[in-house]
């Protein structure tokens, strides 16, 4: 097991889960490094965070240190990362955090899951496709979003999903969600996904935020008065 430190948060990680990408951004602190300050920016004490891809539970253990743990949910769909992600959030106190385990998907029937494709480098894990080597696909449960909208009603929501987010912006976000901010994967979907992603919020209430986002980090925020 191998601990570091970013921004105050210690990290513990399996070796078996460290390529030397992982380790050198974790030991320089350039982890997530823009995806924290983003969060940090717009979150709030007492606001309700939902994070899409707990990663280590790094992003999600720096929005309890602000909102509290109780007001934060984080999803993860690789199985193998759940133990890390509670440890990592008990080693900093902040294991109120409610994690949930599955993929998150437009809509969801009860019982349903769907095929998750994981290896070493944890940070590239995503929803299986056809050429994903079966030997690293498990079954994980479909978390649809609108639900998950529904239950938490965040005020902010994160995403992280390896190119996951093309499919969860097909209706108009409620109300109560004030920011979105997520990392694009251009190399997942063509320019005209992003283009759907933004018009979804757009039509939503939301306009562009040019303090967080940064590179492929894009942050829509809710217009005042809407």
């Known amino acids: 097991m191998a601990e570091y430190e970013v921004n105050g948060v210690r990290l513990m990680v399996p070796e078996a889960k460290l390529t030397e990408r992982i380790a050198d951004k974790l030991s320089s602190g350039a982890y997530e490094a823009h995806e924290a300050r983003a969060a940090l920016m717009r979150l709030r004490p007492r606001h309700r965070v939902l994070e899409l891809g707990s990663g280590l539970g790094y992003i999600a253990t720096l929005c309890a240190g602000v909102a509290g743990a109780e007001n934060v949910v984080t999803v993860e769909a690789n199985p193998e990362m759940l133990p890390v992600i509670r440890a990592n959030l008990e080693l900093n106190g902040q294991g109120g955090v409610t994690l949930l385990h599955g993929a998150v998907t437009r809509t969801a029937k009860p019982g349903e899951t769907i095929g998750f494709a994981h290896d070493k480098a944890f940070w590239g894990a995503h929803i299986a496709t056809e050429s994903s080597k079966p030997g690293n696909v498990a079954e994980v449960p479909c978390l649809g979003i609108d639900a998950l909208l529904r239950e938490y009603r965040p005020h902010l929501v994160i995403m992280d999903i390896e190119g996951a987010e093309e499919h969860l912006f097909d ?23 992003i283009k759907r992603i933004v018009d979804c919020l757009s039509a939503s209430g939301m306009t562009y935020d040019p303090g967080p986002s940064r590179g492929r980090i894009l942050t829509m925020r809710r217009l005042r008065g809407t």
């Open 171 to 193: 209706a108009p976000w409620p109300d109560h969600v004030r920011v979105v901010m997520m990392e694009l994967h251009p190399g997942r979907y063509p320019d005209t996904v």
